[in-house]
């Protein structure tokens, strides 16, 4: 199991209805994204990281770890905004002649690459509250409510089976390490090919084992099953709205004020 | 009573030299019956063959007293009375989600959702993997995922329950869990208990009656005790005695003391000379 599947399983929001923390999610994300102000951005990243971290239970280390990487693409995203070609020298803070023309940063581009580098960021950071506190079993609950079963149903059985063969080709992968089957470049490319071919063949008699396992269970075609119980938070809802409802108003008086 | 009876069932794998040849056997109500054969020998065929998974080609069975037809609701009926664990639970797990594995099967009987809930926390709690519901089928160890797929049998209320080597890549504490659970299964519930296995020390300890299997025919079936005094037929079959038992024979043969060659359980073989010790001493 791996990243971020297991955080959102240990979460201690996990068991909380899904359909709440994704109302919260978009609710704050649109907020972050229309208001086009450093401090609304700065504070939803602050909300939303602190929801993840203390409502969640989520460890400020693994989290730090995994916004380095959205990070790392926004940044490199908002240099090219931030540098580039300046057209009024007055107006800029550094800059270099190049090829006839002056290249640098100014105070307006300044502006627009951090701000839209703390919407995007805000963004994440909503994004990253949903995914590291619903387990993909909640996801897929809430899923069944509202699409059509059999969409739903190929994602349950791809979300289990995915697990199982991967373990399956890592287990090849091994064998074949073990006798030096990734040595050399032409020799891992064949070692590559047969592990694909294995896991392919088995994945097919698979497929005929686990049909008689259903079969043998009553299948008769569909996949009802029992709704997992999930809490409803009032302690989440409310937060949830409160927090929305800050946003909201500090972006306002910040609109009126300037 | 006899639970089961199938009268000369013949089973083959499309064009293939058949899997089962003329299998006549009989199952014993509310007792333990261990399936014994070596590798191919045809466990695994019979089983899906008992619950109508696999159609016998020839042949009759018989389930509680009726011939076994094969319409699509005899079957339904069929396969919730008689469950399977499979040998692999990733075979049989075929949800994320625990709790949601074990309710299939009982949704489609007609029961309320509180119902269902309240069974699905019944066999939860009598499996004891109560602290395992949370987590999701891939992070489970692959003992607990035998536990869960016994769970997901056991919901259905079956009157049989074949286990297809379940003690099969587990640990020695895990092997004793499973078949405590599996004597509570049959003493508590009165479910009758067919399993296969390689591993015939434990089939004097829990099994009352044994079939061998060998290329797809039934050559022996009776008590364990039966079994056990026929070491020939062991051999040729590629089995072997319990270790227990094998010493006993040694004992009695090679060194001539008059130990019970019947024992194959720790305690007979200990009750048996500690019997011949004290007969010594007492001389
Ligand atoms: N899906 C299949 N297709 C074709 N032949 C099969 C299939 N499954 C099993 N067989 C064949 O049927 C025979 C009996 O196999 P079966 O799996 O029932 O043996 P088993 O007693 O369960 O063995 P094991 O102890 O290895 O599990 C074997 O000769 C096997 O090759
Ligand atoms: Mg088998």
Redesign the interface.
Known sequence: MSGIDKYAYQSKLARVNAGTKLLFTLASMAVCLSFSSVLVSTLTIAVMSAATLILGGCRLRCYIRLLMIPFAFLVTGTITIIVGRISQPTQALVSIPLLGARYGVSADSLKTGVIIFLRAFGAVTCLYFFSLNTPMNSLLSLLRRKTPGLFVELMELCYRFIFVVWEEAGKIHTAQASRLGYDGFMRSLHSMGDLVTNVFLRVFRRVDRVTAALESRGFEGNFELLAEQEESSRLLEGLAIAATMFLIIIGLLERLLT | MNIIEVRNLCYAYEDDEPALDNVSLDIAAGKTTAVLGGNGAGKSTLF?NL?G?LTPKSGTMFFEGCQVTYGKKEM?EL??KI??V?Q?P????????V???I??????LGLT?ED??ER?DRVVRQTGIGDLV??????LSFGQKKRVAIA??LV?QPSVIILDEPTAGLDPQGVSEILHLLQEIKDSMGITVIISTHEIDLVPLYCDDVIVLDKGRVVFSGTPAQLFAEPALLRAHNLRLPRINHLMNILHNKDHLAVDTSASTISTARASIKNLVSAKENI
Do not use: E
């Not at chain 2, 990733?90 to 989600?97: K, N």
């Not at chain 2, 309710?103 to 489609?108: A, I, N, W």
């Open positions: 899906l619950n998974v339904l396969r919730r469950g399977i499979f692999d990733d075979d049989q797990l075929f949800s994320a989600s709790t949601k594995d309710s299939f099967g009982l949704m489609k959702r269902i809930q699905v949370s987590k999701p089928t891939h992070a997901g049998v259905m």
